[in-house]
């Protein structure tokens, strides 16, 4: 039970940041900044997903910072070369 | 005694599902990446193109087919825990609900599809085009093959207690998550950046 309100209140929190990146189309601020928000909100969301839906929170730590590591990587690469 | 107590309250890690899916999710995350980075290059090159393009999308189908993946992956997460419960009921049900989203987000995207269709825009009509049907044609195979594998999941969630069985609901229920974790990446650089 503990266990099921904990992945809901993940969920909940994914909600909310989807509809949080969703609004910042409408917010007209500097577009490298809000680049780097949605990709921030995306790769929070996606470390998310990996940690508690995939149960990478209890893998071996190494694949853990695997999938964190790819989650980075992408995250930055995509926001430089959109922005820089 | 120090060293056997702390043993005891480290938690018991494990890789989840089966060995041979993480090397599968590995090579799809890879595969995905020089997807999202070919994307980002050629929007950078002719930003004016793909942001006329970007605007034909119907971003709020975009966001209520992010909504129902987080919600499938939310029920098959749910369910993988009822598995190891050994609630079978509960489980099936909890599965059923997640290949009830997972249909749902098939259906949104056959009408935004069909939507473009109607339109008068198809692959090739433009690069940004071009992207956005591969991409999203790509992920929907995945899709049709992530619900295969959650009718799988749900079947063998009949005989929770066996071991091989609930290593494989864990594998069809990871496929599923990386489903879902793609297409946040695919929502946020098809619809919603604006560089």
Not at chain 1, 26 to 54: D, S
Not at chain 2, 65 to 85: I, Q, W
Not at chain 2, 154 to 178: G, V
Request: positive net charge.
């Amino acid at each position: 039970m503990i266990a099921d309100r904990r992945l809901i209140a993940v969920w909940a929190g994914l909600v909310a940041a989807s509809f949080i990146a969703f609004e910042t189309l409408a917010v007209p601020f500097a577009t490298a900044a809000g680049v780097a928000l949605i990709l921030l909100v995306a790769a929070l969301k996606v470390l998310a997903i990996g940690w508690e839906f995939m149960e990478l929170r209890h893998a071996p730590r190494g694949l853990g910072l695997a999938f964190a590591g790819w989650v980075v990587a992408v995250s930055i690469a995509l926001w430089a070369m959109l922005v820089i | 005694m120090t060293t056997a107590v702390s043993a005891a309250a480290r938690p018991h890690r494990r890789i989840p599902g089966e060995s041979g899916i993480w090397v599968m999710i590995a090579g799809d995350l890879l595969v995905f990446s020089l997807f999202f980075l070919t994307f980002a290059f050629e929007y950078r090159s002719t930003p004016e193109a793909f942001a006329a393009g970007q605007a034909l999308l119907n971003r709020p189908l975009g966001l209520a087919n992010t909504m129902l993946l987080l919600t499938s992956s939310l029920a098959v997460a749910m369910g993988v825990k009822a598995v190891g419960e050994a609630d079978s009921s509960k489980a099936r049900r909890r599965f059923a609900v997640g290949v009830a989203c997972g249909a749902g987000f098939v259906i949104v995207k056959a009408f935004e599809w069909g939507a473009k269709f109607g339109a008068g825009i198809f692959v090739g009509s433009s690069e940004f085009f071009t992207f956005y049907f591969m991409f999203t044609g790509i992920h929907l195979l995945h899709v049709i093959a992530g619900l295969a594998a959650l009718l799988w999941a749900r079947a063998l969630a009949r005989q929770p207690e066996n071991p091989r069985s609930a290593r494989m609901i864990e594998s069809s229920a990871l496929f599923w998550h990386l489903v879902d974790l793609l297409w946040v990446f695919l929502f946020a650089l098809l619809y919603l950046v604006k560089p």
